[in-house]
Nanobody, 121 residues
């Protein structure tokens, strides 16, 4: 089981930007960000393969997010700009063993505790 710890959430005004971080206990894994708002199902935001060659980004955030990782530090980052109220929710970092697949619909076996993002207008 991979340990994942998110940080960087908080309150921000609409139109602003935020960077989330996820620290993993191991390297060489597929990692991604998912989010869930009250009353809604969890949705995928973006994923990134171990070597950063492959990424999958949800249409709802395309053009507004950047996903990156620091392989040496075993960190995953998510930068979101032009924040909207609908971006509010709990953001979770997830990971799965690398087997060549690293998309939003791949199954993820490890999850962090989540970090809250609140966007106010």
């Amino acid at each position: 089981q991979v340990k994942l710890v998110e940080s960087g959430g908080g309150s921000v005004q609409a139109g602003g930007s935020l960077t989330l971080s996820c620290a993993a206990s191991v390297a060489g894994i597929c990692m991604g960000w998912f989010r869930q708002s009250p009353g809604k199902e969890r949705e995928g935001v973006a994923t990134l393969s171990p070597g950063s060659a492959t990424r999958d980004i949800a249409d709802s955030v395309k053009g507004r997010i950047s996903i990156s990782r620091d392989i040496g530090k075993k960190m995953l980052y998510l930068q979101i700009s032009s924040l909207k109220s609908e971006d509010s929710g709990t953001y979770y970092c997830a990971a799965r063993r690398w087997d060549g697949r690293c998309t939003l619909d791949s199954g993820y076996s490890s999850w962090g505790q989540g970090t809250q993002v609140t966007v106010s207008s």
